[in-house]
């Protein structure tokens, strides 16, 4: 196999790319520690495989963004988008990447459609560069989708995260050339990974505040309803409508209507379809983050305060943790969702 000279992990130590690897490695150990701990992990890292998905089509010069991909995933089509031909799936490549992300007890050169060819220093760089440079001969192997999959499959499998970290997929176009500066590859390489951490921790946050904000919104009602359930189900499924809603918890079309309203009127979800017919709903931060809806205006509202939790709080969240894992199980599996 034909591969780009010199390699990435022999690339001359600069203050730079020092600074870039510290950098990359703590926002990696910090997401990788705070999904380990988050009890919304589930649904972040089904997001996460989206938003990691759209990154590698990207990559393969598809033009799509990340709202196609959180619409395909969750079965509900986005208004004013164009339909897609179906003669190319774009898609089928996730349900695999998906397995391969969850499997433990493998090697990381296992199933690589390759041999990988390791210089004698492999063994003693860094963790992240040693996963760049195997990316970088699959890129040269392997013009397909896969190598840009496999970077958060690599660093799972050497150890470097705890969890698999969807969101990590990427790479760039030029590690396909035959010839490149290895020096600025890293430090693009190390750089697209801390911004791709740090984006994960925030949405990690907003996934947590929608669900706390939920909690204490739902704790003030006399008759909640399925509001509980309804809020669980927009962790797994943060783009809906009622037709999905009303197969999801079993209710009429006008019933699961009818409670997207009631919980549009809590802002606890956003309407983005713009018409009186056909709605489509999203989670607030889902909304703002694909560009569905605006940004909220004006002073924040105050924060909740944790030391006066609402009357009945305990039994709120003991309903929505239920409620969650029911759809953990559900839909939190190796399947799309949709």
């Not at 164009?82 to 493998?106: C, I, K, V």
Request: proline letters at 7%; charged letters at 20%; aromatic letters at 6%.
């Amino acid at each position: 196999m034909a591969r780009a000279s010199p390699a990435l992990i022999s690339v001359p130590w600069t203050l730079e790319l020092a600074s870039a690897l510290e950098s990359a490695a703590a926002a990696i150990a910090r997401l990788d520690a705070r999904v380990s701990a988050s009890s919304v992990a589930s649904a972040w890292s089904l997001r996460a495989a989206w938003s990691g998905y759209a990154t590698a089509l990207q990559l393969q010069g598809v033009e799509i963004d990340e709202a196609e991909v959180f619409s395909w995933g969750t079965g509900v089509p986005l208004p004013g988008r164009q339909h897609r031909s179906s003669l190319d799936d774009p898609f089928s490549a996730f349900d695999g990447w998906r397995r391969s992300l969850a499997a433990t007890g493998h090697h990381w050169q296992e199933q690589l459609p390759f041999t990988p060819e390791l210089d004698d220093g492999f063994a003693a760089a860094p963790a992240l560069l040693r996963a760049c440079e195997v990316m970088r001969q699959f890129a040269l192997a392997d013009r397909s989708i896969q190598p840009w999959l496999w970077l958060p499959v690599l660093l799972h499998r050497m150890s470097v995260t705890q969890a698999p970290l969807p969101s990590l997929a990427g790479g760039h176009k030029a590690l396909r050339f035959g010839s490149l500066q290895a020096g600025p590859q890293c430090l693009r390489l190390l750089r697209q990974m801390t911004r791709a951490a740090d984006q994960s921790i925030a949405s990690i946050d907003a996934i947590e505040d929608d669900r706390r904000r939920a909690i204490y919104a739902i704790s003030g009602l006399h008759r909640p309803g399925l509001l509980t359930a309804l809020a669980a189900a927009l962790l797994h499924h943060p783009v809906t409508s009622p037709d999905r809603i009303a197969e999801t918890l079993g209710l009429t079309l006008s019933g699961a209507g009818k409670l997207l309203d009631r919980a549009a009127s809590m802002a606890l979800v956003r309407e983005v379809s713009g018409r009186r017919s056909w709605r489509v709903y999203a989670a607030p931060d889902v909304a703002i983050a694909l560009g569905l809806a605006p940004a909220l205006r004006g002073r924040p509202r105050k924060a909740l305060d944790p030391l006066v939790p609402p009357k009945d709080i305990d039994d709120i969240v003991s309903t929505f943790d239920r409620e969650m894992a029911e759809f953990d199980a559900r839909f939190g599996s190796l399947a799309n969702g949709a």
